[in-house]
């Protein structure tokens, strides 16, 4: 069965520091992909990770991948309040993507406090 | 201009009930996907459709059954509903197969279904 591990699960940074998300797959997919789901909202797409080594940034956030240690990371730099959310991982069911829908992690609720 | 959109947002009925949302989108894509979201911000995927072909059901219990008219819309009937069937229920697309970044997923707005 496809895992997908993040952690924390729960995290609360003050404005300015920087963390990492980790999130452990167990498939050999090489494509992975991270959400942010505001509360009561819905899940907005952030990075889409297409191959090893991959490394995409946005503003103060910063996704990579490493598909041989299946491990994907999303670093936070110098937070800022705007940035409290739940973070998801997820990969594709079957490696290689199309129409047979993610796996997700179970998120990381993140607090970043002035 | 809305993606991907849900109706209803909210939705609150008795143990029992027949109910359906209903998505779309106007995207263009060709796959959708109906998730499942539980009380603790659990994303759990139930169905997909590609072309109209149902692609995957993980393990959904028969009382849940996606309808799509057409590529643009994938509805989800529910029969019985049942205490446990309270979630928030998302809709989303997607190409299939394409190999780049449009790959993504795109979520709905949700709906919050509780049972009583």
């Known amino acids: 069965e496809l895992k997908v591990e993040q952690n924390p699960l729960f995290l609360s940074m003050q404005e300015g520091k920087n963390y990492t998300i980790y999130c452990n797959y167990s498939?050999?997919?090489?494509?992975l992909y991270w959400y942010r789901q505001d509360p009561g909202k819905s899940l907005e797409s952030l990075f889409v990770?297409?191959?090893?080594?991959a490394v995409k940034q946005e503003g103060r956030l910063m996704a990579s991948l490493d598909t041989k240690a299946r491990l994907s990371t999303l670093h936070i730099t110098a937070a800022v309040h705007d940035l409290s959310a739940t973070y998801f991982c997820?990969?594709?069911?079957?490696?290689?993507?199309?129409?047979?829908?993610?796996?997700f992690g179970k998120g990381t609720h993140l607090i970043i406090q002035p | 201009d809305t993606a991907v959109s849900q109706t209803p947002k909210y939705l609150v009925t008795q143990m029992g009930n027949d109910k359906s949302i209903k998505c779309e989108q106007n995207?263009?894509?060709?796959?959708m996907y109906w998730y499942k979201q539980d009380s603790k911000k659990f994303l759990k995927i139930m169905f997909s459709?590609?072309?109209?072909?149902?692609?995957i059901n993980e393990t959904v219990p028969n009382r849940f059954s996606p309808k799509s008219p057409d590529k643009a819309h994938l509805n989800l009937h529910i029969n019985s509903l049942e205490l446990g069937d309270s979630a928030v229920y998302f809709c989303?697309?997607?190409?299939?197969?394409?190999?780049?970044?449009?790959?993504?997923?795109?979520f709905g707005p949700g709906t919050r279904l509780t049972v009583l």
């Open positions: 989303a697309s997607s190409h299939h197969g394409s190999g780049g970044a449009t790959d993504t997923q795109y």
């Open positions: 498939t050999t997919s090489d494509r």
């Open positions: 990770l297409l191959s090893n080594g």
């Open positions: 997820a990969v594709d069911i079957i490696p290689g993507g199309g129409a047979d829908g993610l796996t």
């Open positions: 995207l263009g894509h060709d796959t």
């Open positions: 459709y590609n072309n109209k072909e149902l692609i």
